[in-house]
């Protein structure tokens, strides 16, 4: 049975189909199709059926599934293993953030390309909450407070964040000293998400409304800037503003509790070499960010 016959069936699963599928793989739709019908002829059972909005598992092929997937986990591990001079080779997907993404976290797989010439990395930026499993990505990097989930994280550092607002914006609304105050303002917000309030030790859980809301932290910056309301937002994106006095800090005595850096992964027995040799180059780089910067 071939690898990557077994691969290829399982990237037109998580994918949703044969065209996906392809452009996941950097190959033709033909050649996706011909590796498709070669395991199931092998195999003796029909694995995918076709659909006009793409492929849909069998039951024999929801079966199958998981049993590919972990044999192809477990032929990168083999071959990461005997790979001489620790060379790291084959694919790796990465969802990233927008935010901080590019910036922060690019030169990190650059360099990761870098020492392993035979490794193809493959990033993708977006601050929409990406499905690793279904959308096929070896491993996400996010930035925040992780909700509840299946996935395997790993924290790799940790950075800070402010409430700040325009010095314009505290002469007509005032400026919140108390988490029940800040209740009681406009924020700007990435959506109907909680904010994490320190009172000392203790983490206080709020749900502060606004009518401003994007998916992205540099728009909240320019919201926040136009005085539209308060922000809550990474102390990386405002340092110039903070200078300038642009933005000026509120609240400062119930800080938001510090975000986390994680390497997310799908569950699985080990995680890949690579995803290894990656979380240990973001934890070099990234540590001790928030307390050097």
């Known amino acids: 049975m071939d690898i990557e016959d077994l691969r290829t069936f399982v990237e037109v699963a998580d994918a949703g189909g044969v065209s996906p599928a392809a ?20 195999l003796g059972v029909q694995l995918l059926a ?35 001079g620790g060379d790291l080779r084959g694919r790796l997907r990465i969802a990233a953030p927008l935010t901080f993404g590019p910036t922060h976290f690019a030169p990190v797989l650059a360099s990761l390309a870098q020492r392993h010439p035979e490794l193809q990395v493959q990033a993708s930026y977006t601050d929409r909450f990406v499905d690793l499993i279904a959308e ?45 105050e800040l209740l009681t303002h406009e924020v700007v917000m990435q959506g109907t998400e909680t ?8 983490i206080v859980t709020l ?34 503003h903070l200078v300038s006095g642009a933005l000026v800090p509120v609240m400062t005595r119930y800080p938001p509790a510090k975000l986390g850096i994680y390497v997310v992964r799908p569950p699985g027995l080990h995680p890949s070499r690579k995803i290894r040799v990656l979380t240990e180059m973001l934890i070099e780089c990234f540590e001790d960010f928030s307390t050097r910067r």
């Open 23 to 42: 452009r996941r793989l950097d190959i033709s739709k033909s050649m996706v199709s011909r590796r498709l019908i070669r395991l199931e002829k092998e």
């Open 50 to 84: 076709r659909t006009t909005r793409g492929a849909a598992l069998t039951e024999a092929g929801i079966t199958f599934r998981e049993h590919a997937a972990k044999v192809c986990a477990e032929i990168d591990i083999a071959r990461e293993a005997i790979l001489p």
């Open 136 to 180: 096929g990505f070896d491993c996400a990097i996010r930035v925040g407070h992780l909700p509840d989930s299946n996935m395997l994280a790993r924290r790799v550092g940790w950075t800070s964040a402010k409430y700040v607002a325009t010095p314009d914006y505290i002469k007509k609304h005032g400026s919140p000293e108390t988490p029940e």
């Open 195 to 202: 904010w994490l309030v320190m009172d000392g030790d203790k």
């Open 207 to 240: 749900k502060p409304q606004g009518r401003f809301k994007a998916d992205n932290a540099v728009a909240l910056v320019a919201a926040a800037l136009a005085g539209i309301g308060l922000a809550g937002v990474p102390e990386e994106l405002i340092r110039e």
